[in-house]
């Protein structure tokens, strides 16, 4: 069974000039519907997480803050959202369906969540619309319950992963990858265990075989239980935020090599959304449909061949 992880508020009021998709995320499950994608699937809805877990990875009086609605200007001009009852409430969805995802994925093989990705959230603030970072906390929490032994973080955003790299640093059983365009947010880069800096300009051609080079040194360094995959569309030619030039079709060739090259291993993955910027919604959740067209396109090939995706691999726990 092939698993989507949603849930109905995840939206979030910004002001009609904002530059964050606010409501992306409806607009991805409605596309989604519309064609059929959902079809053959589970949808699973997340609760949100407590705060004591989320203090696994984030300081709690900002955990508390958030919830409170006790940031400072500095602190909401930094996240660059303003704060909210539902940005709070979302604030605490959006990890626990990433580690639902997680769960899923390591049962079943594969799965994908219509949200998540917010890799510039750090220990203790949040930045470039990102309040708390689902990546770090599904892998630590997976790690911490014993649920997984290695976790690879691999994140395709077009943004570096600064916040998953500085929270994660010398972490036992979790190896952080971002490929992003080098001369792009945030100014001052973090170290992940994995940096691969791609010029502007890339163009569908030379991002995949950089993409395919990163997945063989990827296996020359770590056999993982499973892995968090970034699938950010904010690479696109046309993307307000990106300058790697990527089409359509070559951010559906990336998420279908690295689903497939990692379940073809037998090795789980669960996906997340990452960014993407487009004043036209619907052309923007069409993009991040991408990653779902992949995700059954890969699945499906798997059962045809006579066998699931990853089920009853001895990866899964």
């Not at 939206?11 to 530059?19: S, T």
């Not at 991408?290 to 691999?313: D, I, M, N, Q, W």
Request: hydrophobic share 40%; net charge negative; glycine share 10%.
């Amino acid at each position: 069974m092939l698993y989507f992880v949603t849930h109905p508020e995840y939206d979030i009021p910004v002001p009609p000039e904002h530059r964050f998709p606010a409501t992306k995320f409806s607009s991805l499950m409605s596309y989604l519907l519309r064609e059929n994608f959902t079809e053959g699937v589970r949808l699973v809805f997340p609760n949100p997480v407590p705060a004591e877990d989320l203090a696994m990875v984030h300081d709690r009086e900002y955990i508390d803050a958030v919830a409170l609605g006790t940031l400072d200007e500095k602190a909401l001009r930094m996240l660059g959202l303003p704060w909210s009852p539902r940005l709070a409430r979302r604030s605490f969805l959006a990890p626990a369906g990433t580690y639902l995802a997680a769960k899923k994925a390591l049962a079943h093989g594969l799965s994908c969540h219509a949200a998540g990705g917010t890799h510039h959230a750090h220990y203790s603030y949040g930045a470039g619309f990102c309040v708390f970072n689902d990546l770090a906390y599904a892998a630590m929490r997976l790690i911490n319950k014993g649920e997984a032994r290695t976790v690879l973080i691999l994140d395709a955003d077009v943004h570096q992963g600064d916040g998953t790299a500085r929270i994660l640093r010398g972490e036992a059983g979790i190896f952080t990858c971002s490929l992003h365009c080098g001369k792009n947010y945030p100014a001052r880069k973090a170290e992940s265990d994995l940096d691969v800096e791609i010029p502007r300009g890339a163009g569908d051609e030379a991002y995949l075989r950089i993409m395919r080079d990163t997945l063989h040194q990827l296996m020359a360094s770590i056999t993982p239980d499973l892995v968090l995959y970034d699938a950010g569309v904010d690479v696109h030619r046309d993307d307000a935020l990106g300058w790697l030039d990527l089409s359509d079709a070559g951010i559906l060739a990336r998420d279908e090599m690295v689903l497939d090259w990692f379940c073809s291993r037998g090795i789980p993955v669960a996906t997340v959304i990452g960014g993407g910027y487009s004043p036209d919604i619907m052309v923007l959740a069409a993009r991040h449909g991408l990653v779902f067209r992949a995700a059954r396109a890969v699945y499906e090939r798997r059962l045809s061949g006579g066998k699931g995706v990853a089920e009853g691999s001895s990866r899964s726990v």
